[in-house]
């Protein structure tokens, strides 16, 4: 008899719950909920005020808009993502448009091979996902692969924002409950953080203080789309400016 294929674990099982988003093979539908067709308006600002530069990292770039959007505007970007078909679908729609971006599949939480090549940093909506053990790996990370003065942008759900977003798609998608369950207790009784995809100022001012320095953290809003609707609604968001140390 055929033994029953072990269950993936750690970041083999982010893959396939990521992948099969995108996939369209998930409770959101054909797209995702981040995937709004379009660049974050966040994102769009900050280039638009000069403070996107040199070799751009677009990190966990999903299925490209952000990284298409600054190459568009002339910037040299790199676009990562550990979901395989969110990077088929960045470079069919960089094809699509005649646009020139480089997109790889590679786990932010390990950029072995990019060591120091990069002035600047987008990110939409990955460090949300991460715990706050893993954030700081993943600081850690964007330190080795960035140059001296270089800027991270971080766009993330806030903790208000998690609520918001919840409600929306509990509204829009039957099963889903309309909040998640409150940050819980550790093995030594300590506060755990809670359920993603949020963090709070603090998780980003501690997740960042080893080789950066901060340089702003403010209210901001990040676009989702709903499965069925046509236009992005509001999520609260934090957007964090660090520089390399």
């Given at each position: 008899?055929?033994?029953?294929?072990?269950?993936?674990?750690?970041?083999?099982?982010?893959?396939?719950?990521f992948d099969a988003v995108y996939r369209g093979e998930s409770p959101f539908g054909e797209?995702?909920?981040?995937?709004?067709?379009?660049?974050?308006?966040?994102?769009?600002?900050?280039?638009?005020?000069?403070?996107?530069?040199?070799?751009?990292?677009?990190?966990?770039?999903?299925?490209?808009?952000?990284?298409?959007?600054?190459a568009l505007k002339g910037h040299s970007v790199t676009g990562l993502d550990l979901a395989?078909?969110?990077?088929?679908?960045?470079?069919?729609?960089?094809?699509?448009?005649?646009?020139?971006?480089?997109?790889?599949?590679?786990?932010?939480?390990?950029?072995?091979?990019?060591?120091?090549?990069?002035?600047?940093?987008?990110?939409?909506?990955?460090?949300?996902?991460?715990?706050?053990?893993?954030?700081?790996?993943?600081?850690?990370?964007?330190?080795?692969?960035?140059?001296?003065?270089?800027?991270?942008?971080?766009?993330?759900?806030?903790?208000?924002?998690?609520?918001?977003?919840?409600?929306?798609?509990?509204?829009?998608?039957?099963?889903?409950?309309?909040?998640?369950?409150?940050?819980?207790?550790?093995?030594?009784?300590?506060?755990?953080?809670?359920?993603?995809?949020?963090?709070?100022?603090?998780?980003?001012?501690?997740?960042?203080?080893?080789?950066?320095?901060?340089?702003?953290?403010?209210?901001?809003?990040?676009?989702?789309?709903?499965p069925s609707a046509s236009e992005p609604f509001d999520i609260p968001a934090w957007l964090?400016?660090?520089?390399?140390?």
């Amino acid at each position: 008899m055929t033994e029953p294929a072990a269950r993936p674990v750690g970041m083999a099982a982010m893959t396939e719950v990521f992948d099969a988003v995108y996939r369209g093979e998930s409770p959101f539908g054909e797209r995702p909920p981040w995937d709004t067709g379009g660049p974050q308006p966040a994102f769009v600002a900050l280039e638009e005020a000069g403070l996107i530069s040199g070799a751009v990292l677009d990190s966990g770039c999903g299925s490209g808009e952000n990284a298409l959007h600054l190459a568009l505007k002339g910037h040299s970007v790199t676009g990562l993502d550990l979901a395989p078909t969110a990077i088929a679908i960045a470079r069919d729609r960089a094809r699509e448009r005649g646009l020139e971006a480089a997109f790889d599949v590679a786990d932010a939480l390990d950029l072995a091979g990019y060591e120091g090549r990069f002035d600047t940093v987008v990110d939409c909506g990955l460090a949300h996902t991460f715990d706050p053990d893993q954030l700081r790996s993943y600081a850690a990370e964007l330190h080795r692969s960035c140059r001296p003065g270089a800027l991270v942008h971080v766009l993330v759900i806030s903790d208000r924002g998690s609520t918001v977003m919840q409600a929306r798609l509990a509204e829009a998608i039957e099963g889903m409950p309309a909040s998640t369950p409150d940050a819980g207790t550790d093995a030594d009784g300590a506060e755990s953080a809670p359920p993603g995809p949020q963090r709070s100022i603090d998780d980003l001012r501690k997740g960042f203080a080893d080789g950066w320095t901060v340089e702003s953290l403010t209210d901001a809003t990040m676009h989702g789309l709903l499965p069925s609707a046509s236009e992005p609604f509001d999520i609260p968001a934090w957007l964090g400016r660090f520089r390399r140390v």
